[in-house]
């Protein structure tokens, strides 16, 4: 290995090769502290040739790879293996925006820029980038692609794909693929953009991308309602799709279990709402008309919600900072949840007409084999997305009941999910998580449809191996 990292001298500046334990120790553990692996060195390049130049050395050596961006992902793909044989490659130094035009409404970005950063840049130019997720103020943009994540903004503007319009990605050949392209239409052939998007790090590296901007809207309201039942929750969405159409950019869900383990921990997150409900929705409509118009566009929906009795309590955010702790109420859950200890999640998607079967049956289940068992379940509504996680009884040790029950909890929420004819990852990927899942529920011939191209692309597997698929 001494001629290999003697290559690798040859590429970057020693300060930019960490060998020493106690520098790569930042790089080693993922956010979730679930996973904590070990590694070769962690190697900090500033450019996609100096990284063509990295992956040409560890072909030869048959070192693997792993691309780390923020390390925010919830599925272990930007954590090594233990073996200490492979690098990781951290994006820390590639947050250029190379590019923002503002004909064509496109930002060019190298992959490490952090997402809250893109947001800002747009901002200043009068544009909305609208990935919007609880992790922006550290996730990376080429982790964002290559997750292919969600967040709360998903259901008016798309997920991270869809607000992809080029990249550029170092291949495992170590050969650069130029593809920044700012075009909304392209079909010569096989769509390469869209393979690497969601590939988590194992097909290519994402070097650098081209995504869209939107104007920015004049005036957004939001609020919090109370509702009594999943199927009540759906009518309410469906009226606001009639009724608001494409002003609804924000429909999240949260049970009261969620919140009273968010005020456990976080006591100034009360919910405003009367009576602790059982289902507490969060609803954001963005306008570019005025701020008149969508407020009286809300206040009619919501008095024809109440009128419909689907609604029993509604809060509206009187100004920015109140509505900003309604979204921080949301995405405090995530937090409570890690301040809590280990817990399970699962990030499915399930279509809309089967969510409340979904719930129902599960939560029985999961209840009558688990006694005392806590569903933290939350998420993208509007999306199909839950997030339906599990923390043990009270007073059990986490750690020792996840061991003991992990496999079987999982697996009764995937094959609940396969009977709706859900996704086991709607949003956070697969990682070394989900790898089983994946092979059991995503159907034999997709699962080898994967490998083949794994195969295909990476055929000396130093892409982040053991990641999605195994070959
Ligand atoms: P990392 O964790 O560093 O990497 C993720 C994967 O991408 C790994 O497999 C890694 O190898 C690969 N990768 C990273 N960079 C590159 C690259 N340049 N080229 C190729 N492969 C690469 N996710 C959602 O989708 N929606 C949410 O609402 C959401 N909320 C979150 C809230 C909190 C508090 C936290 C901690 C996380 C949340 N996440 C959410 C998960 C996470 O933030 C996302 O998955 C995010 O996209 C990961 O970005 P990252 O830069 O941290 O990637
Ligand atoms: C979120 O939407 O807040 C995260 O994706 C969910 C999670 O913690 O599972
Ligand atoms: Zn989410």
Same mark, same amino acid.
């Given at each position: ?279 507490? !929705? ?8 005025? +701020?008149?118009? $969508?407020? =009286? #566009?809300?206040?009619?929906? *919501? ?113 609940? !999910? ?8 709607? +949003?956070?990927? $697969?990682? =070394? #998580?989900?790898?089983?899942? *994946? ?33």
């Amino acid at each position: 290995m001494q001629s290999f990292i003697q290559q690798l001298h040859g590429i970057l500046s020693p300060q930019y090769i960490l060998a020493d334990d106690a520098d790569k120790v930042p790089y080693l553990t993922d956010w979730r502290k679930r996973y904590t692996g070990k590694a070769l060195a962690v190697v900090l390049p500033k450019s996609a040739e100096e990284i063509a130049k990295i992956v040409q050395a560890c072909a030869q050596s048959n070192v693997a790879i792993v691309p780390q961006g923020g390390h925010t992902g919830f599925c272990g793909g930007a954590t090594p293996d233990d073996s200490g044989k492979q690098i990781v490659l951290s994006f820390k130094r590639m947050n250029q925006i190379l590019e923002i035009d503002s004909a064509n409404q496109t930002i060019t970005l190298e992959a490490g820029c952090i997402l809250q950063s893109v947001q800002e840049k747009a901002a200043e130019h009068g544009f909305l980038f609208p990935l919007s997720l609880g992790a922006e103020g550290s996730c990376m943009i080429g982790g964002n692609l290559a997750t292919n994540a969600g967040g709360t903004n998903v259901l008016r503007y798309g997920n991270t794909r869809d607000l992809c319009l080029g990249l550029e990605v170092v291949t495992a050949k170590g050969e650069i693929w130029d593809g920044l392209k700012g075009l909304r239409k392209d079909n010569t052939g096989y769509d390469l953009r869209d393979l690497f998007i969601g590939s988590e790090g194992t097909l290519g590296i994402i070097t650098a991308a081209v995504m869209k901007l939107y104007p920015l809207p004049i005036s957004q309201w939001t609020t919090l309602v109370a509702v009594d039942s999943v199927a009540s929750t759906i009518d309410l969405l469906n009226l606001f799709q009639k009724r608001a159409t494409s002003l609804l950019t924000g429909f999240e869900m949260m049970t009261r279990e969620s919140l009273e383990l968010n005020t456990k921990h976080f006591p100034h997150m009360a919910n405003p709402l009367q009576g602790n409900p059982a289902y507490t !929705v969060l609803i954001e409509l963005s306008d570019h008309e005025s +701020e008149e118009h $969508v407020r =009286q #566009l809300l206040e009619t929906v *919501l008095e024809e919600a109440f009128e419909a009795n689907l609604i029993s309590d509604a809060v509206i955010a009187s100004n920015l900072s109140q509505a900003k702790s309604f979204w921080q109420m949301r995405e405090h859950i995530t937090l409570a949840q890690a301040e809590e200890g280990a817990n399970l999640k699962h990030d499915i998607t399930i279509p809309l007409s089967a969510l409340e079967s979904f719930i129902k049956e599960t939560d029985d289940l999961m209840r009558a084999k688990y006694p005392g068992i806590r569903i933290i379940n939350f998420g993208h509504l509007g999306d199909g997305n839950l997030h339906y996680n599990i923390a043990p009884p009270l007073g059990i040790d986490p750690k020792s009941f996840n061991q003991a029950n992990e496999k079987a909890i999982h697996e009764l929420v995937y094959s609940q !999910v396969e009977r709706c004819k859900g996704s086991i990852s709607a +949003e956070h990927g $697969v990682g =070394q #998580l989900k790898l089983d899942g *994946l092979r059991a529920h995503k159907g034999a011939v997709a699962h080898d449809l994967m490998r083949t191209l794994k195969t295909a692309l990476d055929p000396q597997n130093i892409l982040n191996p053991h990641k999605v698929v195994s070959i």
